[in-house]
Antibody, heavy 116, light 110 residues
Framework: QVQLVQSGAEVKKPGASVKVSCKASGYTFTSYGISWVRQAPGQGLEWMGWISAYNGNTNYAQKLQGRVTMTTDTSTSTAYMELRSLRSDDTAVYYC?????????WGQGTLVTVSS | NFMLTQPHSVSESPGKTVTISCTRSSGSIASNYVQWYQQRPGSAPTTVIYEDNQRPSGVPDRFSGSIDSSSNSASLTISGLKTEDEADYYCQSYDSSNVVFGGGTKLTVL
């Protein structure tokens, strides 16, 4: 079955970077994009961007431009999301999901806590 | 950028039917597919409707989706409500450059 398994929780200091991984299985990795969505505590879902696993094309949310980079490793069917210059309001659960504009399978989520 | 507006909360009794709306602020609701996601407390979202009215395998036919161009909105209808349907529901759509989520609706089944 289609599955996305994310890396474990992270605690970072303000100004640091975090890189979250998302390993896919159960389908041809390059046939779908991978999206990243985050959810701050008690808040709704926020779209961060997507990457095509086929050709590496990316589309980032404007508010995160310059701080976020999404990549893929097709040899291991793994997608990565790196967020730099972390601030306290980046504290959230980060989800990967299969697809770009239609998200049909989600990872379990990775809690990133930004605290001094 | 457009916005998707959902009611903050809805409640209904077990066995009844509830409809959650999602109104697009600009651009036609029919121009781009609408998806609906269910999120139970402490869990990741799951897809209950994609491409306006399609159900993923495993989602019961009590869940249905529709769009209404006259009100520029989409709707998620859940019939025969069960206590397990109590969750947050998010609509989502997109345009040429952005993916947008609605603010979410908390469904209480009481």
């Amino acid at each position: 079955q289609v599955q996305l398994v994310q890396s474990g929780a992270e605690v970072k200091k303000p100004g640091a970077s975090v890189k979250v991984s998302c390993k896919a299985s159960g389908y041809t990795f390059t046939s779908y994009g991978i999206s990243w969505v985050r959810q701050a505590p008690g808040q709704g879902l926020e779209w961060m961007g997507w990457i095509s696993a086929y050709n590496g094309n990316t589309n980032y949310a404007q508010k995160l431009q310059g701080r976020v980079t999404m990549t893929t490793d097709t040899s291991t069917s793994t997608a990565y999301m790196e967020l730099r210059s972390l601030r306290s309001d980046d504290t959230a659960v980060y989800y990967c999901a299969r697809g770009t504009v239609t998200l049909n399978t989600w990872g379990q989520g990775t809690l990133v806590t930004v605290s001094s | 950028n457009f916005m998707l507006t959902q009611p903050h909360s809805v409640s209904e009794s077990p066995g009844k039917t509830v409809t959650i709306s999602c109104t697009r602020s600009s651009g036609s609701i029919a121009s781009n597919y609408v998806q609906w996601y269910q999120q139970r407390p402490g869990s990741a979202p799951t897809t209950v409707i994609y491409e306006d009215n399609q159900r993923p395998s495993g989602v019961p036919d009590r869940f249905s989706g529709s769009i209404d161009s006259s009100s520029n909105s989409a709707s998620l209808t859940i019939s025969g409500l069960k206590t397990e349907d109590e969750a947050d529901y998010y609509c989502q759509s997109y345009d040429s450059s952005n993916v947008v989520f609605g603010g979410g609706t908390k469904l209480t089944v009481l």
